[in-house]
Each structure stands twice: as C-alpha cells, then as structure tokens.
C-alpha cells in the first residue's frame, strides 16, 4: 500500500456520462429511490447523473464526447464551446477542481456493446489502484482490467485522485440489460466495500499479481481515400474482446469479398465492433497484456 | 397463386427508413458500388436510403418513426409537421402514390437488437406473399415469418402492392455485424430471385402451409403512476426471442428486487428489450402462432 494511509471521506457514483449508456443512469436512479443500499458506510456517498441532457436525447453525447473533456488545460479553456465543454467545467466545480479535488474518489458507470465483461479501468498502477482492482476480480466472474496512464487524463473520473471506471458489455446502447444491471451493481458493491476496508485498514490479503491490459494502439476501420468505411470486422475477430489476435488472422471483410488480416505484431484486442466508436471509425483497440506487482 | 398472374416490373430495395439500422444502408451502398450485383434480373431495381437526416444523425428517426408515417390519410394530411411526414409524402410520390404506385414490389430493410434471426414480416397473406416467404425460409437459417394485417398499413413498404420488410438481429444500433450483414444480402439474394422465377412463371413447388406469427399485443416495462421505468426485462425471457411464454413466467425484475410474472394466456413473444421500443416503452411483442395454408 502507499507509504501513508490516506481514508476516502468523500465518494461520488457517477452515471450518464455517456447518455445513452443507461446502465449506469438507471443504478443511479435505483440509490436514489432505494437510500437504504448505500447507508452504513463510513464514507459520504454522492450520486451524480453526469450528461442529463444526453440521456435526454438518448445519445453517447450532445456536441462531444464528455469523457474526452477533462484534461485541466480543457477545463480552463474559456473558448471551448458547446454543451459538454460547459457541463465539465461545472462537474469540475462540483467535484473538483480536478487536482485538489473535493471528492476523493469517483466510481464512473459505463457499458459496452462488445462483450467486454466486467472490464474495470485504472489511470494508475499505485498499490492503492492495484488492490481495489484486486479486490473485485477476486469477488466477480469475467472481470478484466485495463489500464490507461496519461499525464494528464481526460476522464471524468480523473477529477479525483482516486478512482475507478466500470465498463460492463455487451448491452446494446438505451437498453436496460437484466444481467448487465446486475454486474454493473455487484462490481459497485465491491468497489464500496474495498474503500470500507481500506479506511478501516482491514483489507484482506491481495494476490501478489495483477495481469492488466495495457492499450498501444487502435485498428480503424477499413476506408477509401474519402473516409467512407468500405467493409466490416470480420466474424473471425467479432466478440473475442480480450482475445488474442495473431498475424495473418482476418481482421476484416470488404464488401468486395475479400479479407484483410492483421499484420501486426501478436496483441489482445478490446472495443472489437464498439458501435459508440463508429463516429471515429474505430474497429478495435489493441493491447498488452502485462503482470504487475502488488506493492 | 393468385388467379392472374402479374409480373413484377419495377423493384426498389430501400434502406435506412431507421437512420440508426446501418446494415441495409451500407447494404444499399454496396448495390451502388457494385452494380454487377443487381444485374440479370428482367425487372428494374432502384435504390433507396430512406432516411438520409436520421442516417446522418445517427438517430431512428429525427422527430417521428418514418415506417409509421405511410397511412394513406396521413400521406394526404398537409397539416402534419416534421421531417419524416414531409419525406413520407416525397418517398409516396417517388415509388407512388400509395394505391396506384409507380414501382411494384418493395424490400426494406431493418435490423433489431433484439436475436430475431432473420425475421420476414408480410402485410399480407395472399398466396404471392405467402410464396415468397416459404421460399426465403427453404433457403436459409433462422428464419421466422410475421404477419401485421391492417387496413391502411403505416409502414413504407406498404406504399407497393406486394412487399417484404427483412428484419435481422440481434446487432447494435449504429453497427455493422458481418453475419448480420451477410443474412440481410442473402435473403435479398432470395428475394430478387423468387420475383425473377415468379416472373418466369418456373417457382419451385412450394410447401403446402406456412408457419407465421401473428401480433395481438404488446407488453410495455414495468412503470410507475408517472411513467417512470421502474424495472428490467426479466434475464429469464432475455434473447429467447419466438419462443413460449408461459402464465406465471417470470417477465420483469423491478428494481426493488421483486419479480413480475406474466399473467395472460400462453403466447409467442419477440423484439424482447429491443432498443429502439424504449421510446414508447415497450417491453416485448405477442403473438400467436398460425399455420397458413399456402394456396
């Protein structure tokens, strides 16, 4: 753990991030109606619909992505426009302000429409990180941990030192998921439960190990010299997130009939078919997979 | 057969009448890319993207649901605002006028999330249509038939005389499924290819009777006294599209943990949580099973 025990006071469950990813909307609206399933912890517990007027309009976003707007040179950017540049500047102010942050911790609620499982998704590889990671694997079935370090993050959740995302798939976007809900639930619960233990310093041992995804790199989907998409992932590669992608496998199948394979070098692939990323034309994220220590 | 025969002259294949069911309209941009596919058949084809706003956005629709808009005192109500009831009456006046229209036989293509299969939906039962979906069924997977019989039928396709709406699932909104993708083209294939041998007068024998699904209702999500959703489809019914609900099947898991159960007589149910039915919160469609006898 790190050298200092610092007690998480202050928790925010954030959803609606991304608006049509109602999963998260709708565990926020149950908190809501059902105060009783977060009461007795030892830590304050805020719940926050984050893109109110995307979920309105049942869209990932209204002008741009939200979650792509938190870098604290965009949140102190006066000439950004439209809504969600707008709408993080105000999260900032009610959580933040990013680097000395209010909250001391944001759970954000996301789905996929790839069968991404549990994924869970870290900023930083600090013990404190590792462990509360750590700790949902070993409680959950399919959890997969992904791990995406910048200087200066973009997410929402980077409002806060620590943090966590969980992104639940597959789901269609709008759509409530029965399973899906349940997880997404579960994966909070155990989220709640490790900043209990924590501050109680009562965790329970950790494994010794973690084995996280580390993205490199993104495959876009194929295209002609004017950015019109000219074919599909291939079934080959379609609902294999997390596996693993080889050279010469077919990655995709142009509508002329042919195939084109991947040419890479060997990596696991995630996000493979992601309908949210069809506005960058992305057709999957690569990975590393690496074991780090658990300090 | 119907006792005169009348060949099919004109063929549109239309897409994107839901701006967000990509797969017909990438499917309608490859007719165009690949003429060659269209080729050799003795009628006419033309091509069609429905809903070029609601394809651009992303979106089902942009203010109303384009395949609701077709009745023909709907087509004649100058007093009906938006987008899609103006080009409801543009699509009528090209492959029109509803009633007397200029092309003779319309395919439109939809997708479901929903794990439909490939789902043939007739407007009619006469031995023409009844025909040609036991000829698609004989040739495929997976397929399943409804029957939707009104008198002024709302959806577009409704504007020709004879018509078939394919409807294949499950995929995301906004996303291209190559299986998905390659059903669709194929029960086209079959479709282009039964007008042809109708026209020929050489149709292979058909089956003696025809197994279709016939809506008598709709099921909408758990809600409470203001209409706020107050529930999930249940994960027992979930994706088991077509298939038997029974009385005292469990059918919703609300959010204070409690089940639903169905209370109506045994029926057939599809497009269970289908995304695109949110907007009017529905949960699944009935119908009965009948057995049609194909003249």
Redesign the interface.
């Known amino acids: 753990m790190s050298s200092k025990h610092q007690p998480i006071r202050h928790v925010a469950i954030v959803g609606g991030t991304h608006g049509n990813e109602i999963t998260g909307v709708?565990l926020i609206?149950?908190y809501q109606?059902?105060v009783e399933l977060l009461q007795g912890y030892d830590f304050s517990i805020e719940l926050l619909t984050a893109n109110s007027e995307a979920v309105a309009a049942?869209?990932r976003y209204i002008d741009c992505d939200l979650n792509r707007s938190f870098k604290i040179e965009d949140l102190s950017n006066n000439s950004l426009l439209g809504y969600e540049n707008q709408r993080a500047k105000e999260i900032n102010q009610q959580l933040g302000p990013k680097g000395n942050s209010r909250v001391d911790f944001i759970v954000d609620l996301h789905t996929s429409?790839a069968p991404m499982g549990v994924n869970l998704v870290l900023l930083n590889d600090d013990p404190f990180h590792l462990k509360l990671a750590d700790y949902v694997q070993q409680r959950m079935d399919n959890v997969t941990i992904t791990w995406e370090q910048l200087p200066d993050h973009h997410f929402l959740m980077s409002i806060a030192p620590r943090h966590i995302l969980i992104e639940v798939g597959?789901t269609?976007?709008?759509?409530?998921?029965?399973?899906i809900?349940e997880q997404t639930e579960q994966a909070t619960t155990h989220v709640l439960n490790f900043i209990e233990a924590y501050n109680k310093q009562e965790l329970p041992v950790s494994s010794s190990s973690l084995e996280v995804y580390k993205y490199f790199d993104v495959m876009y989907l194929p295209q002609d010299s004017q950015g019109?998409?000219i074919g599909?992932?291939?079934?080959n590669i379609?609902d294999r997130d997390f596996g693993l992608l080889k050279t010469q496998d077919a990655i995709f199948?142009l509508?002329?009939g042919s195939d084109i394979v991947y040419e890479g070098e060997e990596c696991y692939i995630a996000f493979i078919?992601?309908?949210a990323y069809?506005?960058e034309k992305k057709a999957f994220s690569m990975a590393k997979r690496v074991v780090l220590s658990i300090g």
Not at 172 to 179: E, W
Not at 232 to 235: E, F, I, L, W
């Open positions: 709708y609206k149950k109606n059902f049942n869209k429409t597959a269609p976007q709008g759509s409530l998921r029965h399973k809900f019109n998409i599909m992932v291939h079934d379609q199948k509508f002329d078919n992601e309908a069809y506005d």
